[in-house]
């Protein structure tokens, strides 16, 4: 796989990193972010397992097979929305990933379309192949021609729980005592995390129901800052 230019390029990037984050610091939050503390959240970010207001996504880097590319997270030059699913799922990871497409088309009404990458990371690897991954696109209307919407695939059911759980603290169990599909299901934590250009969360939002209105208008504010720098 070749990486992708725009995800690659690691030095650039560490060095508008530190004149972001040193420039930057709004509403009393910590340095290296855009928005006011999130007052949803329900517990302060060193508190929770995941990375979450002010904090750094940790490192991972992942193929994604639609795009015959690899996405390195230390080398993002966009704002981001990273969330785990798999696509298997009956109900929750849809409606999510419904919503997201949402504002990826408000995104791209906004003229925004080439500073934000939507960032979907299976940790079902075993079903989850480029073919399942291109009908779940197709399913929820995602725009793969856009450029911005790369589905993530770690290689491995155990490179899924390194990154996806471990990493991202985005919890999952797989179970064989469901309902809901044959085989094997999964329980897990629905998250999606909002990440500026430089690397640092935003938002963490739960749940399944995300507010389109409200992602697109933070996305906006944290594109708008970064292209005034």
């Known amino acids: 796989m070749k990486r992708r230019p725009l995800l690659a390029g690691v030095g650039t990037v560490a060095t508008g990193a530190v004149a972001g984050c040193a420039s930057r610091l709004f509403g009393g939050g ?13 517990a302060d970010s060193e508190d929770l397992a995941y990375p979450a207001y002010g904090q750094s996504l940790p490192s991972f880097e992942l193929p994604a097979p639609l795009a015959d590319e690899t996405a390195d997270s230390d080398a993002l030059d966009r ?14 990871c849809s409606i999510l990933l419904r919503q997201w497409v949402t504002v990826q088309r408000r995104v791209a009404d906004a003229g925004l379309t080439d500073d934000v990458y939507f960032l979907p990371i299976t940790f079902d690897p075993e079903r989850d192949d480029a073919a399942a991954l291109r ?14 919407w790369l589905y993530l695939r770690p290689e491995t059911p155990a490179r899924a729980k390194a990154v996806v759980e471990d990493r ?9 005592e469901s309902d809901r599909l044959p085989g094997y299901d999964f329980t897990h934590l629905v998250l ?7 690397g640092v969360v935003e938002r963490a939002y739960r749940g399944e129901r995300v507010d389109p209105d409200r992602v ?9 800052a970064f292209a005034d720098e």
């Open 30 to 42: 910590p340095e290296g972010v855009v928005l006011d503390p999130q007052e949803d959240q329900i």
């Open 79 to 92: 704002t981001a929305l990273v969330t785990g699913v798999f696509t298997f799922c009956p109900a929750e």
């Open 135 to 148: 009908d779940n696109a197709e399913s929820i209307g995602a725009d793969l021609d856009a450029g911005n």
């Open 168 to 176: 991202l603290g985005i919890g999952f169990e797989r179970t064989t």
């Open 192 to 198: 999606t995390l909002l990440v500026n250009p430089d």
């Open 216 to 224: 697109t208008a933070d996305i906006e504010r944290v594109v708008s």
